[in-house]
């Protein structure tokens, strides 16, 4: 049982990990060919990274009416 706890806790870290990484790495240029990059491909892979570790969700909230 302490092993498949083990490995669920290192896969969670990884998947925390990688992800701010790669973001870490786009913010500070550190990644090889980053700064090459159009604004649209950055902003699209940066836009990626936030969905996949749930930055961009938000609670649902009603629309406000114009008046």
Known sequence: MTGVIQ???IA???MWAAPLAV???FNHNLLPGSTNLSPYSTTLAKASM???TGES???NKPL???D
Do not use: I
């Open 7 to 9: 490995k669920f806790f």
């Open 12 to 14: 969670s870290l990884l």
């Open 23 to 25: 973001l870490y790495g």
């Open 50 to 52: 936030n969905q996949s």
């Open 57 to 59: 969700q938000q609670p």
């Open 64 to 66: 406000k009416k114009q």
